[in-house]
């Protein structure tokens, strides 16, 4: 393994994990502030049990996110430091920024996790709020930062530096908007449906169970909008590549040859040699209208760009093809769903229902970890695109593959630990009276 | 002498905020040196208390120190690329350290069950308290001795190995452990209620006082020849006498007010102690940021930037302290029963 393999994949794994812990310290504090309102407006306890018991569970989550995402900051330097010499001063602002969100993240979370006896209900509750506005603010800020990789701005290449340097035309890159609304409704969607998955599931066998029930509406409640919402938004990100970025676009659609009027191939293997794509279905004129909705739009094909300059196509496409259908398949059970409560039906009384949602639970994650596919992947041989090559970037610092082989070895010993944690405290916790507290059904169950 | 400018600005806030890392997060990694060496009767509820005072605000802690890092490669950015490639080792270490340390500080306090794996989370808590400060001290004795140089053709161990591996660098990193063992112990005095842990946190904070002199005493003496920069600022400059004048006072005011058991005082005096002796380093440098090439004026990114930068901070602080205050004043105020693990 070379040293720049070494390091993208350090890169990729460090940020493949921390990215899991984010999404939920953005997805979480939401939840447990909807459950923890709703018990203030009801005085159903039921509610006040789940805001506590998701907040024992985001806790460990949280931190894991802390430590994971100290490592990322510090591997910027470990591993891209001539990256870093060129982009800190120009994207530095937006990690100062989210700097600061995690500062008041951290502090209302202290307050939010260890505070239930010690302060009032009404400022408990801000506090989560504090959390759920500085864990997204977060979020946007980097995604940001990571925008502008896709579509450099805010600075003028003099002799191979930056000058002019103009960080807040930077931070507001042509791609900033799009991928970080994408982000934040990836993250609502995918803890929203793992959570909802969960309690579904647990509904399968007890469809009775009150606990499991609220969980479940409040889980829907936050995930089923931003699913239904998320197609749209990748729509508007895929024009957008397909303006600033046309290979990484071709790449997604292993679109080899410019045409106009081109079509949309889902599924097949690209093979890069002979630059076709075997065994897929095509959508004639579908590229064009997604891409530039107009049926007759000319895409650029892989055939107009040197080799060099292409990303590696089969992964490219191949991610990009699991996140749509994963992203189909939740938007259509959400709407599913929302049109069984639309006719004031029970949606636990629909077992097709309840299980269509259960097997929803790990695919946000997954078309989360396979959207960040795309997007890095599909930006190689570039680490800033047009400006900075990965391979220029990397640190001189040789043997990489050891620390990559010890951060992939800890990463997997961690995520180990937080599984079997979870499942042991929150999942099953059997013998715990807490639990039976919860899990007798009450007089409030639903007839 | 040259004018100040933006630069030297947020350099100095840069200093600031790793010295309240050095500070809260010191203590924090402090407390689990502690947890490590409990003993006696009262082992465990010295843990317990140290569990309750990091428990809430080990994150916001912690966060200091991304601050430090995130103004380094905004406003010094070739700092931070030099530091990234050069301490490429021992930094690597700290994180695996820093990670290993928050987590398994998680796990124990939520798997509690009181068994084997419970106390194994416990052990790997706390060594990794101990292994981390030792290696962020050793990357700024790094610094501090000019050997942080540009990349040059040479063998590995010569340019990524040599740098950090010397007994200057070792001895900073032995002072770190014993600030930090030392502030924690100071600060955990004050978080029970309970005498005769007080009364253990006081004996262990008298201790780490004196250890922290000694290790101050070999890192002077090992500056000689090691780090004739740092070793020049502290003995030669016009500040020196004033400087070593207050730190020196403070260390007998904390230690004195430690013997007479005035713990609020020591606290203050403590925390001034560290931040002297921080701001000693500091100021030797300046105008230095990575000697022997680096300096705030060649490395500072442009100004439409540093300005920028400024603004943010002063908005972010302007939301940041208040809700810092708000932090410690609902966790540090000791409640009657500390002493005993809370739910
Ligand atoms: C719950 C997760 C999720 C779901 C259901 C979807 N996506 Fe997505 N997608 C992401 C999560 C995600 C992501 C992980 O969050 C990415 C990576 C970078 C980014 O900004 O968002 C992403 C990137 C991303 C990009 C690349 C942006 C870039 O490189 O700049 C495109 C074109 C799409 N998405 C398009 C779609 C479409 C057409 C979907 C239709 C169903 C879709 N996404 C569903
Ligand atoms: C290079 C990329 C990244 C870096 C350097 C980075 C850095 C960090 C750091 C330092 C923390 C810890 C803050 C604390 O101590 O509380 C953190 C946590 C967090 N990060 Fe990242 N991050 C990156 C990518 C992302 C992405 C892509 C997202 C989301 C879309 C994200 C969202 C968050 C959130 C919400 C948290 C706080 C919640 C938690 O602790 O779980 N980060 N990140
Ligand atoms: C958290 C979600 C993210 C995931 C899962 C992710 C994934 C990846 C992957 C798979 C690679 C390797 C690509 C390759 O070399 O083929 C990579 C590289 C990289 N990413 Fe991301 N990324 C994320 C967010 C970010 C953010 C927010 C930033 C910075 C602001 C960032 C900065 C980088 C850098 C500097 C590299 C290395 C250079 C390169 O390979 O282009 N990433 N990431």
Redesign the interface.
Known sequence: MSDLLAARSQMAVSLAFHIIFAVVGIGMPVLMVVAERRWRKTGDTIYLDLAKRWSKGTTILFAVGAVSGTVLSFELGLLWPQFMEFAGPIIGMPFSLEGFAFFTEAIFLGIYLYGWDRISPRSHLWAGVAVAVSGTASGIFVVAANAWMNSPAGFDLVGGRPVNVNPVAAMLNSAAFQQTLHMTLAAFAATGFAVAGIHAFLLLFDPENAFHRRALSVALIVGAPAAVLQPISGDISARQVARQQPVKLAAMEAHFKTASGAPLTIGGWPDSKAGETHYAIKIPYGLSLLAFHDPKAEVKGLNEFPREDWPNIPIVHAAFQIMVALGTYLALVSLWAGWVAFKGRDVVANRRLLQAIALGAPMGFIAIEAGWTVTEVGRQPWIIHGVLRTADAVTPMPGLIVPFLLFTLLYCFLGVIVAWLLYRQIIRSPGSTEWTRVYVPTVTRRA | MHELGLPDILAAVLALSLNAYVLFGGADFGGGVWDLLAFGPRRERQRAVIADAL???W??N??W???A???T???F??V??????IL?IP??LM??G??????A???R???TRGDAAQRRWGRTFASASVITPVLLGVSIGAVASGRVRP?SPGG?VAQ?VQPWLTPFALSVGLLALALFAFLAAVFLTLETRDPELCEDFRRRALGAGVAVFFASALVLLLSNNAAPLVRTGLMASSWALPLHLATGVSAVVGLAALWFRRFRLARVAAGLQVSLIFWGWALAQYPLLVPPDLTIANTA??N??LR??LI??A??GA??LP??W??FQ??KTVPADSGAR?P
């Open positions: 428990g809430p605000i994150e916001a912690h966060v120190l991304i601050l890092i995130v103004l490669f905004t406003c950015a070739p931070y690329a030099r530091l990234g490639t490429h930094l690597t994180l695996v820093i990670v290993l340390r928050g987590s500080f998680t796990f306090t939520y798997d990349v590995f990524f990114s442009p439409s930037t920028l930068v943010g901070l908005i972010g939301v940041l809700s810092l708000y932090l609902v966790f809370g």
